[in-house]
C-alpha cells in the first residue's frame, strides 16, 4: 500500500470510478464508514486533483456512432511549431477522443469515433490532411470491442 493512500482511499476512488453519482452516504454505508470522513476524503481527493471530475458516460452505439478508428499519423516535420500546431488542431475536433505522442516509428496515435466510414473519410480528407503537417497516416478501424473501461486499474498498482 502506497503510505499516500489508504485502503479507504482506494475503496473510495474505485467506488467513484464505477459511480460518481453515489451519493456520500451510500458510499459511507458501503465501505462501512461514517459520511463525514468520506467527505472530506472525497474532498481531499478533489483538491489533490485525483479526482479530476465527474462525468455521464454515453453510449456511442446508441447516439449511432459506429465506427472507432485508432490512426497513426507522422508528421511531415517534427519540429516544435509542427508539433503544437498538429496538437491545437486535433484538439479542436470532437472526434479525435483521444491523442498520444509516440515512442517508435509513429508520431501519434489517435482514437477517432465517428458516425460511419463516410463521415470518417470526410474527416480524414478535410480535416485532418487538409493542411501539410501530415506525411503519413494510417488507419485502423475497430471491428469488435472487448473490453472498453474508464477505470483505472487503481487496486492492483495502488496496494
Not at 4 to 24: G, N, Y
Not at 62 to 74: P, R, S
Request: aromatic share 6%.
Amino acid at each position: 500500500m502506497s503510505e499516500k493512500w489508504s485502503k479507504q482511499d482506494v475503496a473510495i476512488m474505485s467506488s467513484l470510478q464505477q459511480d460518481s453519482s453515489v451519493s456520500t452516504a451510500a458510499l459511507a454505508e458501503r465501505l462501512n464508514s461514517s459520511q463525514s470522513p468520506i467527505w472530506r476524503r472525497i474532498n481531499r481527493l478533489e483538491e489533490e486533483g485525483v479526482v479530476q471530475g465527474r462525468v455521464a458516460l454515453l453510449d456511442r452505439k446508441a447516439l449511432g456512432m459506429e465506427i472507432v478508428v485508432f490512426a497513426t499519423v507522422n508528421l511531415t516535420q517534427t519540429g516544435r511549431q509542427n508539433l503544437l500546431t498538429f496538437e491545437r488542431e486535433v484538439e479542436r475536433h470532437p472526434e479525435v477522443v483521444e491523442c498520444y505522442t509516440m515512442a517508435g516509428i509513429w508520431d501519434y496515435v489517435l482514437k477517432i469515433i465517428c458516425r460511419d466510414v463516410r463521415h470518417y473519410e470526410d474527416f480524414v480528407r478535410n480535416t485532418l490532411l487538409s493542411g501539410d503537417l501530415v506525411r503519413e497516416m494510417h488507419s485502423h478501424i475497430a471491428v469488435t470491442e472487448i473490453k472498453n473501461t474508464t477505470e483505472l486499474p487503481i487496486s492492483t498498482q495502488l496496494v
